[in-house]
Nanobody, 114 residues
Framework: QVQLVESGGGLVQAGGSLRLSCTVS????????MDWYRQAPGMQREWVAR???????FYHDSVNGRFTVSRDNRRNLFYLHMTGLKPEDTAVYYC????????WGQGTRVTVSS
């Protein structure tokens, strides 16, 4: 059974930084492309960033240049490094492996104050 545990969220002022972590179990982590999504209050969940199993990186235009993804295949960890945070980045952030049936954890809340 795949389990995803996100952590690292919190309250930060605009311009600040956070690093989100995602601990993954129940699958061969290194074989999977991993995604970060976020869901702002009253909004649909949106894709934020991706790191492929081959370490290629992809970003939504709204975060490109500010956010960076990384992964530690030895420890089954997936990260989202966020800098230059804006109030519009406020959301619950989720990680998920690219699979036919999406799997979600509880998410970690990021709040950016202006």
């Amino acid at each position: 059974q795949v389990q995803l545990v996100e952590s690292g969220g919190g309250l930060v002022q605009a311009g600040g930084s956070l690093r989100l972590s995602c601990t993954v179990s129940g699958l061969i982590f290194s074989a999977y492309t991993m995604d970060w999504y976020r869901q702002a209050p009253g909004m649909q969940r949106e894709w934020v960033a991706r790191m492929s199993s081959g370490m290629s990186e992809f970003y939504h235009d709204s975060v490109n240049g500010r956010f960076t993804v990384s992964r530690d295949n030895r420890r089954n960890l997936f990260y989202l490094h966020m800098t230059g945070l804006k109030p519009e980045d406020t959301a619950v952030y989720y990680c998920t492996p690219e699979r036919s049936v999406p799997t979600w954890g509880q998410g970690t809340r990021v709040t950016v104050s202006s």
